[in-house]
């Protein structure tokens, strides 16, 4: 079996933290175990570049008790937890994956799953699917999954001017992934991510939001409730209404560089905080990025500003303006919550996993039946990954009466 690794020594330790892992996750666990009896994806090769990580791991093991030949290689350079990559190989599943990797080993790895020659691809940003449409258009899989928004967002553009060429399940618009991956998983473990890279305490301080989408209200409900004053900043004018009635200050990104003492961007976009933002911010702020790519925040502008740029502590580097401020970057500008943290727990990946592993059944169903087009997983499986997370949490489920039910569908009764 071929892989590549930091190193296989530490399998006993990614075992432990895959186990703790997959005891909460609920769901999968149950898609798991009908997968052990209905094999839906027997003798299918399933390729996954997904952030290696014990939750991850689970929905590999998932995917192999359905019957898949499974491999996987990381989505960001910065998120691998090595130890857990060590416990799937083995398991006997090829990871391709090292923490801190560069570029170049990144898409070697990206080249060394797809030499699998899928059936199914799983994306987490789309690296899989643009290299199937650029290098390695020789392989055709029956489909693929993308986990994120910004993964959808580059298909969806794809599939706007005619390129895709594969059907492509959208996975982050079931609302089970979006509504609870994005908020409450980003919201969390952004801030878990900035207080590991920094050791600041979050009360007093003011936090600016960048990106008031599922994840940016995730961060600013998570940063409220731990004391921050919370200034929003946004561009779509409804989202940014909604930042203002939920009680936050909405503020013009200039500004905001003035206010803010820690700065986080989940918009998705390019150079959101840039040069001149750089330039009205106070001394010692912090600055970190939980959207997708590592292209939120212009480190090539702050470099050009700065005289150096030195490590103060693990995942946290200081940039020495030359005016004699100093601006922090956690993580690189990468994903902070999983650069500096473990990502979301394993709690909110279950559900997203869950809908995963059931889109590669649903795409396995239906091989060869499908036009290359952006699909969403039917409401139906929404019900169900949201009925037996509410069981695991013990929540009861009200029923309809025969009466609600002839009401809601009738249209005869009106003003008494
Ligand atoms: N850190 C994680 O683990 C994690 C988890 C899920 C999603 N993501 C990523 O986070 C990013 C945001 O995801 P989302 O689901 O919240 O997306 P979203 O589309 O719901 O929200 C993004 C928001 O950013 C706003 N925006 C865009 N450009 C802006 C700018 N220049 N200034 C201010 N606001 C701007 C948009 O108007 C939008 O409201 C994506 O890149 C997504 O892939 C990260």
């Not at 909460?24 to 898609?31: E, F, N, Q, S, W």
């Not at 987490?124 to 489909?143: F, K, M, Q, S, V």
């Not at 936050?248 to 040069?275: P, W």
């Not at 009925?387 to 249209?411: H, P, R």
């Amino acid at each position: 079996m071929q892989f590549d690794i930091a190193t296989p020594t530490m399998s006993e330790q990614g075992s432990r933290r895959l186990t703790w892992a997959g005891r909460r996750m609920p769901v999968l666990a149950t898609i798991r175990e009908r997968f052990r009896a209905d094999r839906p994806l027997e003798g299918r090769t399933v390729v996954a570049c997904l952030h290696v990580t014990a939750e991850t791991a689970n929905l590999m093991l998932a995917l192999r008790d359905g019957g898949a030949n499974v491999a996987l290689c990381a989505s960001n350079p910065l998120s691998t937890q090595d130890d857990v990559a060590a416990a799937l190989v083995a398991e006997g599943i090829p990871v391709f994956a090292v923490r801190g990797e560069d570029s170049d080993r990144y898409y070697e790895h990206i080249h060394a799953v797809l030499d699998m020659e899928p059936d199914i691809t799983m994306d987490d940003g789309a690296d899989l699917a643009t290299i199937l449409h650029t290098d390695r258009t020789e392989l055709n899989p029956i489909g693929s999954t993308e986990e994120t928004t910004t993964g959808v967002v580059r298909l969806k553009a794809m599939a706007e001017d005619g390129t895709l060429r594969l059907p492509v399940v959208a996975v982050n618009e079931s609302a089970t992934k979006h509504l609870f991956d994005n908020r409450y998983g980003t919201g969390q473990s952004a801030l878990d991510g900035i207080t590991r890279a920094a050791n600041v305490l979050i009360a007093g301080q003011t936090l600016v939001v960048i990106g008031y989408g599922n994840c940016g209200q995730g961060v600013a409900l998570r940063a409220d409730g731990m004391g921050a004053k919370v200034v929003v900043v946004e561009v779509d004018p409804v989202r940014a209404l909604a930042a203002a009635m939920d009680g936050y200050q909405v503020m013009q990104a200039d500004d905001a560089a003035e206010a803010g003492d820690i700065f986080i961007t989940v918009t998705g976009n390019k150079h959101v905080l840039r040069g001149r933002h750089f330039e009205r911010m106070k001394d010692g702020a912090i600055l970190a990025n939980a959207g997708h790519f590592d292209v939120e925040l212009d480190l090539e502008a702050l470099e050009a500003m700065s005289t150096e740029r030195r490590p103060v502590r693990q995942n946290l580097e200081e940039y020495q303006i030359a005016d004699g401020r100093r601006l922090l970057v956690a993580a690189e500008g990468r994903l902070v919550n999983l650069g500096a943290a473990e990502g979301h727990p394993a709690d909110v990946m279950d559900m997203s996993f869950s809908n995963q592993a059931l889109a590669a059944e649903w795409l396995v169903a239906r091989a060869g039946t499908l036009t290359p087009a952006i699909y969403t997983l039917p409401p139906e499986i929404d019900r169900l990954v949201a009925t037996i997370k509410l069981e695991s949490l013990g929540g009861g489920l009200e029923a309809l009466t025969e009466e609600q039910v002839e009401y809601l569908t009738g249209w005869r009764e009106g003003t008494a």
